[in-house]
């Protein structure tokens, strides 16, 4: 027969429940730092490439800044300046002989009402559209009016503008009223 006999002071604890908790939060730990490790490596490569991507691209950047400069004093160089303007003027006469002529004076035809004659038809292109700048005579003020009405609900003139209205010192004169202003045109 045994008999089981304690002679120690304080009774046996188990530590069982500490070392499993310890190793779970370890291993917890480890896992984390294991995680934290692997990505900050990931940001590091990608920050590696990146910068070598911004250098590339920036060494990129002064080339093609070199370049412009190259080419800026090629082109400010006199006989180029001096080509650059003629071929401007020669485009510009292109596009003078380019200007719808037959259909102005068609749009003019339906808009004009007895007793209004067109006396000068000025043509500019500004920044992509056609400008006219007109001077008509009126017989008197009824007449001028049904103009600018019969103008303004045209599809093709547009952003109409009277400039200068003045009128005939003598009765005997053509046109008593004459009327200067500027019209956008589109020949649709």
């Given at each position: 027969?045994?008999?089981?006999l304690?002679?120690?002071?304080?009774?046996i604890?188990?530590?069982?429940?500490?070392?499993?908790?310890?190793?779970?939060?370890?291993?917890?730990?480890?896992?984390?730092?294991?995680?934290?490790?692997?990505?900050?490596?990931?940001?590091?490569?990608?920050?590696?490439?990146?910068?070598?991507?911004?250098?590339?691209?920036?060494?990129?950047?002064?080339?093609?800044?070199?370049?412009?400069?190259?080419?800026?004093?090629?082109?400010?160089?006199?006989?180029?300046?001096?080509?650059?303007?003629?071929?401007?003027?020669?485009?510009?006469?292109?596009?003078?002989?380019?200007?719808?002529?037959?259909?102005?004076?068609?749009?003019?035809?339906?808009?004009?009402?007895?007793?209004?004659?067109?006396?000068?038809?000025?043509p500019?292109?500004?920044?992509?559209?056609?400008?006219?700048?007109?001077?008509?005579?009126?017989?008197?003020?009824d007449?001028?009016?049904?103009?600018?009405?019969?103008?303004?609900?045209?599809?093709?003139?547009?952003?109409?503008?009277?400039?200068?209205?003045?009128?005939?010192?003598?009765?005997?004169?053509?046109?008593?009223?004459?009327?200067?202003?500027?019209?956008?045109?589109?020949?649709?």
């Open positions: 027969m045994k008999v089981r304690n002679l120690a002071t304080a009774s604890e188990s530590n069982r429940r500490i070392a499993v908790g310890a190793t779970t939060v370890g291993s917890i730990g480890l896992i984390a730092m294991v995680v934290l490790a692997w990505h900050g490596y990931s940001v590091w490569r990608s920050n590696n490439v990146s910068r070598t991507e911004q250098a590339q691209l920036q060494g990129d950047m002064d080339r093609l800044r070199a370049e412009r400069s190259d080419l800026e004093a090629f082109f400010n160089m006199p006989d180029n300046v001096q080509r650059r303007d003629r071929a401007a003027f020669l485009n510009s006469l292109i596009a003078e002989r380019a200007f719808p002529w037959t259909k102005i004076f068609m749009d003019l035809e339906h808009n004009l009402p007895e007793g209004v004659r067109v006396i000068t038809i000025q500019t292109l500004a920044q992509g559209h056609l400008e006219l700048r007109l001077t008509i005579g009126a017989l008197n003020d007449v001028k009016l049904k103009f600018l009405k019969a103008l303004e609900s045209s599809t093709e003139f547009s952003q109409i503008e009277v400039l200068n209205e003045t009128r005939a010192a003598r009765a005997a004169e053509m046109d008593p009223v004459l009327l200067s202003l500027q019209a956008r045109y589109s020949a649709i």
